[in-house]
């Protein structure tokens, strides 16, 4: 009997989803992904780069691959006969397909794969909670103690901390506009990267495709081959491990880039195994002697919280995406959908849409503390919220947004995720950026034609929730604080005004 052909998913592009098979394989590029949505045109070359890349790579080892270019899946399926093997899909919807196409023929689902803990280790650590919270910091300690990981002789973490995230929380340096490390290595573009764009170009010129893009074209920034991606992550531990804890949570108007690793987009198209990141993470501790601060900060953003997200979209159901629990009803305006940074005179967001414009990224501080905060005060629904988080980055797919978005960032699961909203006033931003500095508008002000609109949203966003909040035990003495504000009513009056407008 011959070997099933092995469908590999556009996130599933590693050599860990394919060398437990001998038998054929199938690569699908269907046409019908970018008419339903309009994905940041950055992040659509990218995908469809790593792609062509792959099937290129397994062609040039031999491997019998199907290629096929097709305006939906099902018209691509049709053309395969025999059976099917496809490793359990990162999506809800992209499930649901497959488990219909199983009723029609032949189809193995198979475990999930690219992650560091397995589906049924998750669960037995979930209901093994009881009635506690499921806490990513308990998560990631057992999951750390299930690999051995960062771990003494004795089990006992090294440097006698399981987190040093009180280490990783320094503002930027002073009167610097950037780091001063080393940029990030970056690809360099190809004959399949030319091709690809000469096909987007194309499909967006069209009309009759109804296809089309949001942000800007740009060099290729991130990895497509896991030979690129393990040369970005080398480059990281490299040269840029050691700043990266200290200033994770920092921001500079001129340094998008930071010290970061810029591997969460190869490691979520699967190009790279999240355990041997870890791995070779720890090395550095153990071998080099790198900060322990930087390396545990690093490896919880990669076994921990990436793992405990993608776990809990599926643990909490399909469901949670629709969750609204402050009730927020107002839809995303188009200067912020359309990444319009020149709308705002709001430096922070102003520059923060202008970077997510070019590259399709920014870290994870500009995406918490500028763009979900600002969301979250000004009460834009939260599902729109996550569908554009989805479409605007590149490293952004329903896995990832759904917990992030709804839970992390909106606020919106009612506290399974996080125990307090993730906003603040202006003073947070003046602290862990630069961009208050050059701002006609300021974070010390509430009220006026130059009040900072975090400042003013901040309490806002709390005026209106405070009965969301003020049985909340790390919410209740910032609720207690509005009283204190003798501008209240004409702040309410100023904000409700401005609503949704550009500040």
Known sequence: MSAPTRWLFADQLGPHFTDDHDGPLLVVESKAVFRRRTFHRQKAHLVLSAMRHRVEELREAGRDVTFLQTGTYREALAQVDGPLQVVHPTSHVALRFVQ?????????????????????????WAEGRGSKRLLMEDFYRDARRRHGVLLEDDGEPVGGSWNYDADNRESPPKGATTLGVDEPWWPQEDAI????????DGW????????????????????????????ALTDFLDHRLEPFGTYEDAVLADDPWMAHSLVSAPLNL???????????????????????????????QVMGWRDYVWHLYWHLGEDYRRRNGL??????????????????????LSRTLDDVDRHGWVHHIPRLMILGSYAMQRGWKPLEVTDWFHRAFVDGYDWVMVPNVVGMSQHADGGVMATKPYTSGGAYLDKMTDYCGECPLNPKVRVGDDACPFSAGYWW????????????????????????????????????????RAP
């Not at 803990?117 to 037995?124: A, C, I, K, S």
């Open 100 to 124: 219909r196409l199983a009723e029609r023929r032949e189809i193995e689902i198979l475990p999930p794969r690219g992650f560091v803990t397995e589906r049924e280790d998750f669960t037995r």
């Open 270 to 300: 699967g190009l790279l195994d999240p355990l041997d990141v870890v791995r070779q993470a720890e090395e550095r501790h153990r071998s080099d002697g790198a900060r322990l601060a930087s390396v545990e900060g690093f490896v919880r």
């Open 461 to 500: 966003f709390l005026d209106r929730h405070r009965d969301d909040f003020a049985k909340n035990q790390r919410m209740a003495r910032a609720v207690k604080g509005l009283d204190r504000l003798t501008d209240l009513p004409e702040l309410v009056e100023q904000e409700d005004r401005r609503g949704s």
């Open 327 to 348: 009730n927020a009803r107002r839809g995303i305006p188009d200067w912020f959908a359309e990444l319009d940074g020149s709308a705002t005179k709001a430096r922070c």
């Open 204 to 231: 967006a010129s069209d009309g009759r495709t109804g296809i089309s893009f949001l942000g800007s074209d740009g060099p290729r920034r991130f990895s497509v081959t896991p030979g690129e991606a393990q040369t």
């Open 193 to 200: 990267d030319e091709a690809v764009r000469r096909d987007l």
